[in-house]
């Protein structure tokens, strides 16, 4: 609880609860939605942005660049040409049986984007989190002078970069899947790599980072700490990286390149984004950098015709409360008496990060909070229609498009925007953002807790 005297970035707790009802749901735990009244049109928005077009591409070109290596030392990855990307699918045995438990038809149609199956980490982490290996692991090797423009990255794999590199540490801070990004790329290119580990990590996400050489160090506390001791080791030592989860521009642009190639996996499913055809996407959120880079890349690249929404946890709405608050990360949740204890571990973060919460601002539509249950009772459903595991945190996407029919505050969207004659064109992605390394007898786990969550509801 918090005292009704005390205050938070000046204001009481009522104080608060008046300046926005959705603080107030915050508070009691409650589902709740909102709408960004700071989001710009996109011309507006790009104007005073300090990242464009040029820096996503530049990374896409990195990541072009790496394919030749990546293909080497990753074979699953060697059919896509060493390029780390998903598939998106469209779920309509889902759609239709969701239709049914909400009790209202979704206009338009909904798809899954399956970050939860991209190859070596199987997370949206093996974005971002590989990119900044990467480019980390470049910026060295033309340091040392031993790389010139147009070589061939697969020299990357050979026994002299893997002895360079062994001169280097990596370290990072993580709730788990950015952990297992950063420690399978790092180690697999010689580093020697630590990572910080938050309380709410994976067991088994601990111990494949241990069989691959990469120590990691365990938190009793959350999120926060972990990413702050990691950042505080890792500044006295000029041979050593930081992935600074909360801070870095460059894991945001490893995520921003999602939006090029969604552009062309659209143009090859024949789904037109247009004034007529607006595009939803939906993506869960802990700090911030992952929905944040894929979101900012969308908008990129379909400006006014994309419609991005935020998705968290009941009990860790980070960015949801930095964002209704206008404080950014000068708000935490545990500040509002929420706990930050959720099955969704890849979005157990209680404060968002600052440079994405600034970035966002003018381009964000919305975001919502949802129930763990719900996530079970989604990832349930959805193996049973789809046949399609995620991770929990990965079905927090799943409740947006619902809440487009059902949300009084997003239909309020829709309307001011002149967009319900469109919605019957109108994709909904969900971002599946994690999943498919979860061990086999822990999916199960996940899985029953799902089906036995939905059937109390039943009775
Ligand atoms: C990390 C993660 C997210 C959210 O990414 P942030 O950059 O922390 O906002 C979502 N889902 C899963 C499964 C994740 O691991």
Redesign the pocket.
């Known amino acids: 609880m918090v005292a009704h005297n005390k205050t938070i970035a000046g204001k009481t707790l009522r104080e608060w609860r008046d300046f926005s009802p959705v603080i107030g749901d915050i508070c009691a735990l409650r589902e709740t939605a909102w709408i960004n009244p700071g989001k710009l049109p996109f011309a507006e928005a790009a104007q005073s942005c300090p990242l464009t077009m040029a820096d996503i591409e530049d990374a896409a070109a990195r990541l072009n660049r790496f394919a030749s290596y990546i293909k080497l030392a990753f074979p699953e990855t060697a059919g896509a040409g060493g390029i780390i990307e998903s598939d998106m699918v469209r779920i309509p045995v889902m759609q239709r049986s969701l239709e049914q438990d909400e009790g209202v038809p979704l206009r338009g149609q909904l798809w899954l984007k399956k970050d939860s199956h991209l190859p070596i980490s199987g ?3 093996a974005r971002g989190g590989i990119y900044e290996v990467l480019k980390t692991t470049e910026d060295i090797a033309l340091q040392n002078g031993c790389l010139r423009p147009g070589d061939d990255y697969s020299v990357f794999a050979s026994d002299d970069f893997r002895a360079l590199f062994s001169r280097y540490s990596i370290a990072v801070g993580s ?4 952990g297992l990004s950063i420690g399978i790329m790092g180690a697999k290119l010689g580093f020697r790599v630590t990572v910080h580990m938050s309380a709410d990590a994976r067991q088994w996400k601990k111990d494949l980072l241990r069989s691959k050489g990469v120590r990691v160090i365990e938190y009793k506390s959350d999120y926060s700490t972990a990413v702050a001791e990691g950042r505080k080791q890792a500044e006295s030592d000029p041979f050593c990286h930081f992935v600074d ?1 909360e801070n870095s521009q460059t894991l945001f642009l490893g995520y921003t390149v999602a939006a090029l190639r969604l552009k062309r996996q659209l143009t090859e499913q024949r789904i037109a984004v247009d004034a007529e055809h607006p595009l939803f996407v939906y993506l ?9 880079g894929v979101a900012f890349g969308l908008k990129q690249v379909f400006g006014d015709h994309a419609h991005c929404f935020f998705a968290e946890p009941t009990h860790a709405p980070c960015m949801l409360l930095g964002m209704a608050s206008g404080e950014n990360n000068r708000v935490c949740v545990q500040d509002f008496g929420v706990d930050n204890r959720t099955a969704a571990d ?2 157990a ?1 209680g404060r968002a990060s600052a440079f994405v919460g600034g970035l966002l601002r003018p381009f964000l539509s919305g975001c919502y909070s949802l129930s763990d249950e719900r996530m079970y009772k989604m990832l349930a459903r959805l193996a049973d229609t789809e046949g399609i595991y995620l ?1 929990p ?2 079905l927090a996407g799943m409740y947006g498009p619902f809440l487009m029919e059902k949300s009084a505050a997003f239909r309020g969207y829709i309307a001011r925007f002149g967009l319900d004659a469109q919605m019957p064109h109108a994709t909904h992605l969900v971002w599946a ?2 999943g498919n390394m979860v061990p086999r007898a822990e999916m199960e786990k996940y899985y029953s807790r799902g089906r036995e969550l939905a059937n109390r509801a039943v009775e």
């Open positions: 997370s949206i982490k709730t788990g899947n950015l989860d869960p959120c802990g700090v911030g950098g992952g929905p944040g890849g979005l973060v991770e945190s990965a953002t994690g």
